[in-house]
């Protein structure tokens, strides 16, 4: 059977291209049913309030920075959304007065626009909103060195960067077209035209520079624009699979506020059953060893259709 067009952005492989039944399953699933889809290399967790969630998440930077050592220098990859955890960080690091001499950390992604990574003046720059939210909210004394902040501005820095450094863990959110950073399903074009890359293709891809679904501009343009798509950049460079398999472990954050109820319910279902297929590229995730989904239980909300 040929596969669906997708209802949303015809020249682009996404969730709209998949089975039906697949989606229909995904839709009906109640809070329950989300709670037992854990299995060895993958669990989920819940969360009852917004505090603890971002508690959580913000102990995890803690914890990996934590284990960094000289002869062992660890850290932790961050993403710009969820960013409400990055300020913890900085206070939790302040207030125990742990030292990142050793401590790494590796920005997911960031906007790539006329040949070259944003400046840190641009309004959604994802570096600045690091440094801003945490890295200058850290005591001098106990700050990271400059050197072991590591941003995608360069593609082959960035990628060597992963080197001789245990990255324990690598957290993000979700986003619509059902990414982790900026991995978002590829064009239907050229040898896709037919089928989206096969889940061993697409594992293949490290750190790079990526065209970005219409579905991922109009979201950042909502959650970081207030809806002005203009503002948006079309391309970004992005950590890639190849990076992510690196991590010791991948922890995925969904507070409500980004990725749906449908989103959220679709991308679970498929990790946990094996489902694995690169038109939803959080599905691959479902290869690797260790993986966390981490809900905000008030915000998984329902797939039952109400006309508004």
């Not at 990859?77 to 590796?106: D, M």
Request: glycine share 8%; proline share 7%; net charge negative.
């Amino acid at each position: 059977m040929p596969r669906l067009m997708s209802s949303i952005a015809p020249g682009w492989w996404d969730y709209t291209t998949l089975d039906r039944e697949l989606v229909k399953e995904a839709a009906s699933l109640t809070l329950k049913d989300i709670e037992g889809l854990s299995r060895d290399g993958f669990r989920v967790v819940m969360y009852d309030t917004l505090e603890e969630f971002y508690l959580a998440e913000a102990l995890e930077y803690v914890t990996a920075w934590q284990s960094a050592t000289a002869d062992n220098p660890a850290g932790i990859c961050g993403p710009i959304g969820p960013t409400e955890q990055l300020p913890l960080v900085a206070r939790i690091v302040n207030e125990i007065g742990l030292s990142l001499k050793h401590a790494h950390f590796w920005g997911m992604d960031e906007w790539y626009q006329d040949g070259r990574t944003v400046p840190l003046t641009h309004p959604l720059s994802f570096e600045r909103a690091d440094r801003e939210l945490c890295f200058d909210r850290i005591r001098p004394d106990l700050a990271m060195p400059e050197e072991n902040l590591h941003f995608p501005v360069d593609v082959g820095r960035y990628k060597r960067s992963w080197n001789g450094v245990s990255c324990k863990v690598m957290q993000g959110g979700q986003g619509d077209i059902k990414h982790w950073a900026f991995n978002d399903p590829v064009k239907r074009v050229g040898q896709y035209v037919d089928a989206p890359p096969s889940p061993e293709e697409y594992r293949k891809l490290g750190t790079r520079i990526v065209d970005l679904h219409p579905v991922t501009l109009a979201q950042n343009a909502r959650t970081s624009g207030g809806g002005n798509i203009s503002i948006v950049p079309t391309c970004a460079i992005t950590v890639g699979p190849v990076e992510t398999w690196l991590a010791e472990k991948v922890s995925i954050w969904h507070a409500g506020c980004h990725d749906n109820p449908f989103g959220q319910r679709l991308t679970a279902l498929m990790v946990s059953r094996g489902y694995m297929d690169s038109a939803v590229p959080m599905s691959l995730l479902a290869a690797h060893p260790n993986v966390q989904f981490n809900f905000f239980r008030p915000g998984i909300g329902s797939c039952r259709t109400e006309v508004h």
